[in-house]
């Protein structure tokens, strides 16, 4: 094969491989392009559902066996270096704060020196909400930023607020991201099955929440919202999914005993069978107060064709388009109101909306066209 003929190769380094949204976006990026492009992961912690993923791609994954919150000691450096001299990548991809710094890292250990792109999925609307740790690597990522060759953002308001910390504007490149409509709509005995294992009424109404438990993501605005829309609709329930969201974490467990709402809230953990629960929901609520870049359960539960509730963070807004409803952040009553608003309607009537959803997210967030702006921003130029 001739070297004008070679794959290009693309090492991607990230923090983990769990169930979060930059994990999961790297995974249908490795499978959209599959073929295309000659790939390898490396992640600073070991395991995760999404590391036997991508493995199943046929795709190596190495880590470093780092500790959360740690940094990079000789041994993980040695490890990297390894990676590096064996694989030779021609682009060095980075993904959230500890991978594009170790992605910045692993791309000076190479000569000739391969192209660096750093992603960018969180928002800095107050950096002091931050972890000490995240504080420092905003601000090291900001004065580290213009080695990047690209800095790909998954929103507007992301790439904004990150210039304005100190990061180097004239590498933005803002690619949303992307969803495998068909996956998210073929569950068509979900609303049943799902009823049925939760122990509700056939015809109830279920809202819907699916995010990990962290102060951000609003799950006692949700909670107060939910506590309003019960004293009007005995038959709704809520069904609250993610890490940390189960009946053991006194934060969510007290509040809803305090709230009467121990027969209509739901607390299911993390799950591995999110688009089938969203299929089966009448209404989706993102409640998040701040972090927000591009939310990821908006466009899930658009594409399974379900009507949804955000509150005004990130690029929510334009991600929902006229497809649901959007509220203030911090708002429990605004919140509140949307979801009887929603419930208000005819059955046939969020259907309706939800079909137009689904639609938007064909249109605009398709896995393959994001998939080809990826491969745009990777194959436009060379150092």
């Not at 569950?187 to 509700?200: I, K, M, T």
């Not at 069904?239 to 974490?249: A, F």
């Not at 299911?268 to 927000?292: F, I, K, N, Q």
Request: include cysteine; proline fraction near 4%.
């Amino acid at each position: 094969m001739t070297p004008e003929a070679r794959r290009m190769r693309i090492l991607h380094v990230i923090t983990e491989l769990g169930t979060g949204g930059a994990e999961a976006m790297l995974y249908k990026l490795l499978q959209a392009t599959d073929g295309a492009v000659e790939v390898r992961v490396l992640s600073l912690m070991a395991g995760g559902s999404n590391a036997r993923r991508i493995e199943a791609l046929g795709v190596q994954v190495d880590s470093l066996d780092m500790g959360r919150g740690r940094l990079p000691g000789p041994a993980s450096i040695w490890r990297m270096r390894q990676v590096m001299q064996e694989f030779l990548p021609d682009l060095v991809q980075g993904w959230m704060y500890h991978g594009n710094l170790a992605a910045w890292l692993a791309a000076r250990m190479c000569t000739p020196r391969p192209r660096l792109f750093w992603n960018l999925r969180q928002t800095v609307y107050d950096i002091r909400r931050e972890t000490k740790l995240t504080r420092w690597l905003i601000r090291l990522g900001a004065r580290l930023s213009p080695a990047a060759d690209k800095i790909i953002y998954n929103s507007e308001v992301s790439a904004r607020q990150h210039e304005s910390a100190g990061y180097a504007a004239g590498k933005r490149v803002v690619i949303p991201n992307g969803f495998d409509v068909g996956a998210l709509e073929s569950q068509a005995d979900a609303r049943e099955s799902v009823r049925e294992e939760f122990g509700l009424a056939p015809d109830a109404l279920l809202i819907g929440q699916v995010a990990r438990y962290h102060p951000m993501k609003g799950h006692l605005r949700m909670l107060q919202a939910a506590a309003s829309v019960v004293q009007s609709s005995l038959h709704a329930g809520f069904l609250l999914v993610g890490h940390g969201v189960t009946p053991d974490n006194m934060d969510l467990a007290e509040p809803i005993h305090a709230m009467g709402l121990d027969d209509h809230v739901i607390l299911a953990g993390e799950r591995v069978d999110v688009a089938r629960l969203m299929a089966a929901m009448d209404v989706m609520v993102s409640a998040s107060e701040w972090g927000e870049g591009f939310p990821n359960v908006l466009g899930e539960a658009m594409a399974a064709g379900v009507p949804c509730v955000a509150t005004d963070v990130g690029d929510s807004s334009s991600v929902i388009g006229d497809c649901g409803i959007l509220v203030a952040a911090g708002n429990p009553a605004g919140l509140a109101r949307a979801i009887e608003d929603l419930l208000a309607l005819t059955s046939e009537q969020r259907n309706t909306i939800g079909l137009r959803a689904r639609e938007r997210v064909r249109q605009l967030y398709s896995m393959d066209r994001i998939a080809a702006l990826y491969m745009g921003a990777y194959q436009g130029g060379t150092r």
